[in-house]
Each structure stands twice: as structure tokens, then as C-alpha cells.
């Protein structure tokens, strides 16, 4: 039972565009929100997080909004830049009742800017 | 930023040899570590969480006798794989929790490609 889903494996953007990263999850209790970029032979890099007290969060061209009640986030890059081109990975997290704050990855979007 | 750091990033080894990969925290103390493994075209499956000066707690289905993990200190957390063999070729990944950070955000070592002969 995928709990984070990432339904779209590719998106493909023109540079200076906006590009928007979807993610859904099943679980309820999912209490913080995570959003990691990978590049090929790399360990994920965290970019931005959001609360589920929360419904956006900015930082700099990235700003993630969550719904909760469609369980539905996205992540949105504005602009656009080639070297964004990288694997994204939603995930989310328990961080109370001694979870021990594990993260549940979804399978990730590939994100490819073309210049 | 936070930078953790994993070695080696790759190994080719025979059937039956034990692999022992390193993950440090450079800049933070991190009570807790996770290791993941990485299918191709897959995401990051947890293998295990690892607390500083404690057993390991396996996700369910995962050998704990097969992948030994010990945290002996607040920087440093390790994965031995135990007899490998090359149906345990993954990519291997840690990750350290930075308690100091909103969300307490897990930052990644760059993986260890294993590849069992």
C-alpha cells in the first residue's frame, strides 16, 4: 500500500515557466511534508518542508501548498531553470508518538527544464 | 548546510564478503540515522532507523542478523552487510535527522552503489 503517491513519473518545462510537482497521501496522521531533489548518482537534497498546520510555505522560486483535505501537496518552482532538471521526491512524515520521524517517499518526478 | 557524509560511494565484491558502509554527520550531531535502499526506477525503501547508543529498529521484512547497524556515536552510524550476496547488489543510502531544523529534515549521504559478484 503506496501511502505517497507521485502520479506523474516526467513533467517537462521551458525554462523561465513555472513548473508544479504533485503529490497525494493516504494518511491522515502525516504530519509534516517534505520535498527532496535528486541527481543521478547523489543522496537527496532537501529543498522545503511544510507543516499540516500549514497550507504554503516560500522560499525563494520554491513554495509547496498543501490541501489537507484532498491530501493533496504540490511543489512549485518559479522560474524555471535548466539546472533544476533533477528527480523529485515527495515524502512525509510522522513526527509525533514516537514515530521516530520516519519519511515515506513517493516513487518521484522526473523534472526536466529545457533551455 | 547540513552535510552528511557516506563511504565508500562504491563496492564490487565477491559472493559471501561482508561490506561495511560508513555514514557521518559533518556539521550536527544526529541521535538518529536511517538507512534506505534504492531499487532502480524505485523510490527510497527504509531499511532500518538507527539511535545513537541503541538497537536498530528494522521495518518489517528487512534480516536484522543479514544487515548489522551500529550507532555508536552522535556522528557516525554504520551498515555492515553480512555474507552479501548478489541478490543484496542496491544502491544504498543514509540519512541523518537534523533536530535543530524546522521539521527536523533528514539530510542524505550520496549513496553506496554495492555490487556483488
Known amino acids: 500500500d503506496q501511502q505517497v503517491k507521485q502520479n506523474s513519473p516526467s513533467l517537462s518545462v521551458q525554462e523561465g515557466r513555472i513548473s508544479i510537482l504533485n503529490c497525494d497521501y493516504t494518511?491522515?496522521?502525516?504530519?509534516?511534508f517534505l520535498w527532496y531533489k535528486k541527481y543521478p548518482a547523489e543522496g537527496p537534497t532537501f529543498l522545503i518542508s511544510?507543516?499540516?498546520?500549514?497550507d504554503k510555505n516560500e522560499d525563494g522560486r520554491f513554495t509547496v501548498f498543501l490541501n489537507k483535505s484532498a491530501k493533496h501537496l504540490s511543489l512549485h518552482i518559479v522560474p524555471s531553470q535548466p539546472g533544476d532538471s533533477a528527480v523529485y521526491f515527495c515524502?512525509?512524515?510522522?513526527?509525533?508518538?514516537?514515530?521516530?520521524?520516519?519519511?515515506?517517499f513517493g516513487k518521484g518526478t522526473l523534472l526536466t527544464v529545457n533551455p | 548546510g547540513a552535510v552528511v557524509s557516506q563511504h565508500p560511494s562504491w563496492v564490487i565484491c565477491k559472493s559471501g564478503t561482508s561490506v561495511k558502509i560508513e555514514c557521518r554527520s559533518l556539521d550536527f550531531q544526529a541521535t538518529t540515522m536511517f538507512w534506505y535502499r534504492q531499487f532502480p526506477k524505485q523510490s527510497l525503501m527504509l531499511m532500518a532507523t538507527?539511535?545513537?547508543?541503541?538497537?536498530?529498529?528494522?521495518e518489517q521484512g528487512v534480516e536484522k542478523d543479514k544487515f548489522l547497524i551500529n550507532h555508536a556515536s552522535l556522528t557516525l552510524s554504520t551498515l555492515t552487510v553480512t555474507s552479501a550476496h548478489p541478490e543484496d547488489s542496491s544502491f544504498y543510502i543514509c540519512s541523518a535527522r537534523d533536530w535543530t531544523g524546522v521539521g527536523q529534515p533528514q539530510h542524505f549521504g550520496d549513496g553506496t552503489r554495492l555490487s556483488i559478484l
Open positions: 538507527s539511535n545513537e547508543g541503541s538497537k536498530a529498529t528494522y
Open positions: 511544510i507543516s499540516s498546520i500549514k
Open positions: 494518511n491522515s496522521m502525516f504530519d509534516y
Open positions: 515524502a512525509a512524515s510522522l513526527n509525533s508518538g514516537g514515530s521516530n520521524y520516519k519519511l515515506t
